[in-house]
């Protein structure tokens, strides 16, 4: 049998053609495999969303090839290892009853991702969902455990079944002459029975937790934003240090303060930003002895010199605002991390670090007190894998660099007031790969000579002038005829003679 398959504007086309003039018979389930494995991801085949209504949703692609035949929807059903629900209107009660159906007799794992700003009805029915209530009201949260202990994990979602249980008993009791109240020892032990049923619960949920966002919100008053002001209430945090599978963490905008006790060899993800009552103690306890941590937020934080600082797993680092931050604490993260993307904007506090990192990408400098000899020893010897540099507003960067950089692709040196022709010329002319330069708003450019030969990259170079009242517009765009540039200026500045 020869199969054939074609995508129609996000439809699914198939077609099956026999050899011979006999029928075709049932097709082999290596066949249907190829299939599901040449229109979808795998993640779509193997994860299950669960529809509001109590049915389940599949992507386009899945849902056409479910169409075709009986054959598929059962390869497409057994392929189905993760059961998933993202909205309150298929809450923890539907997930039990779902997993009960014959479509999710496959299911191994179950994941519930639910936010207060998911939806309205979300919104709505989260701040009085009893799941929100046991963790302490997050924004939202993120739960994964295997699909044989849902019944113990979701054990409040059957509340409703032991008391129409317990009120059968009772019934059964009086129509058969039986004692209605329990004696004192079987109450004892019931109660005993219900407290080790609790604590069960109680573990088997936060061994679930994978995600948790405490994060408080936006304060309305604008002088409150630039302070940092926590939005959120004070709650105890010692529960955590029991989220064994722990791996997102965000407590933006909480009274967060160095006594926190939350130390989790799990962490990947944490989001600190505007605590301003946490300081370098708070902060190095997140790096302590095995830390997995890959990204790390702390905008506008009061941090100065945490020790440690930094691990061989971080690889974003996001330090946005944070003034009082030294030298030293930038030095020591970049030298003991495999840092990616580093942000150290608006740091004011800094001057000459240490600065590089062989996996370093993305380094954001803006409105800092860089200096040229400090990007002199960035470039490239330190970061020969940096592609992306933001300069914005570095009032003491002002000599070209000459030394060439092959992987640099995008520059911002907007209001940069000493940046002029001498360093544009000059890293056009070390950066082969160079694709944009954004210069806006600089005013000591005039006119700088665009000499792209040499170019490792065949698209034009994009430069930005918008903003440069000093630059010479219609002698620059005469230069850019005969060479591959695209130059952004104002309209205002040009003639109607060019």
Not at 82 to 88: A, F, G, M, R
Request: net charge positive; hydrophobic share 40%; charged share 25%.
């Amino acid at each position: 049998i020869e199969l054939k398959v074609a995508r129609l504007k996000g439809s699914v086309w198939m077609e099956t053609v026999p050899d011979a003039a006999v029928g075709c018979g049932p097709l082999p389930i290596d066949v249907i495999r190829s299939v599901l494995v040449a229109l979808c991801k795998p993640v779509h085949v193997q994860h299950l969303y669960l529809d509001p209504e109590g049915g389940f949703k599949r992507v386009p692609s899945l849902w056409s090839l479910i169409q075709v035949s009986r054959q598929f929807r059962d390869a497409v059903d057994a392929e189905a290892q993760v059961l998933v629900s993202t909205c309150l209107r298929a809450p923890p009660a539907r997930v039990l009853a779902a997993l009960r159906q014959r479509n999710a007799h496959r299911v191994q794992s179950v994941r519930l991702r639910y936010s207060k700003r998911h939806c309205q009805i979300c919104s709505l029915i989260a701040p009085s969902h009893w799941l929100f209530a046991e963790l302490h009201e997050p924004d939202s949260l993120s739960l994964r455990f295997d699909a044989s202990e849902a019944h113990v994990v979701l054990v409040r979602a059957r509340l409703g079944e032991h008391a129409a249980a317990s009120k059968l008993q009772v019934a059964w009791r009086r129509a058969h002459g039986g004692p209605e109240k329990e004696t004192t020892g079987t109450r004892m032990l019931s109660s005993a029975k219900a407290r080790c049923e609790t604590l069960e619960r109680r573990v088997a949920l936060l061994l679930a937790v994978e995600g948790l966002d405490f994060s408080g919100p936006v304060p309305s008053q604008a002088v409150d934003r630039i302070r940092s002001v926590a939005t959120r209430k004070p709650f105890p945090l010692q529960w955590l240090c029991s989220c064994s599978r722990l791996q997102v963490l965000s407590m933006k905008r909480t009274p967060l303060n160095d006594a926190h006790p939350v130390r989790l060899n799990t962490l990947r993800f944490v989001d600190i930003s505007h605590c301003n009552e946490i300081g370098d103690a708070g902060v190095a306890r997140f790096f302590e002895e095995r830390c997995e941590l890959v990204a790390f937020k702390m905008q506008y934080s009061r941090v100065r010199s945490p020790t440690p600082f930094g691990s061989n797993s971080l690889e974003h680092l996001d330090c946005l605002g944070c003034a009082y931050l030294t030298d030293e604490a930038v030095s020591r993260v970049c030298k003991t991390s495999s840092l990616v993307k580093l942000v150290l904007a608006e740091c004011t506090s800094l001057a000459e670090p240490w600065l590089g990192g062989d996996q370093l990408e993305d380094l954001s400098l803006s409105c800092t007190k860089i200096t040229d000899n400090a990007l002199r020893n960035l470039l490239p010897a330190r970061a020969p894998r940096l592609h992306r540099l933001c300069l914005a507003m570095c009032a003491r960067v002002e000599q070209p660099l000459h030394a060439p950089h092959a992987a640099l692709r995008d520059v911002i040196v907007r209001r940069c007031d000493r940046v002029g022709d001498a360093w544009l010329e000059a890293i056009i002319a070390a950066c082969p790969g160079l694709q944009e330069v954004d210069c806006r708003g600089c005013v000591a450019f005039r006119l700088p000579s665009l000499n792209t030969h040499g170019r490792a990259t065949h698209s034009p170079l994009r430069l930005d002038f918008r903003g440069c009242a000093s630059l010479d517009v219609p002698a620059l765009l005469l230069q850019c005829k005969s060479i591959p540039v695209s130059v952004t200026v104002d309209c205002v500045s040009i003639s109607e003679d060019t």
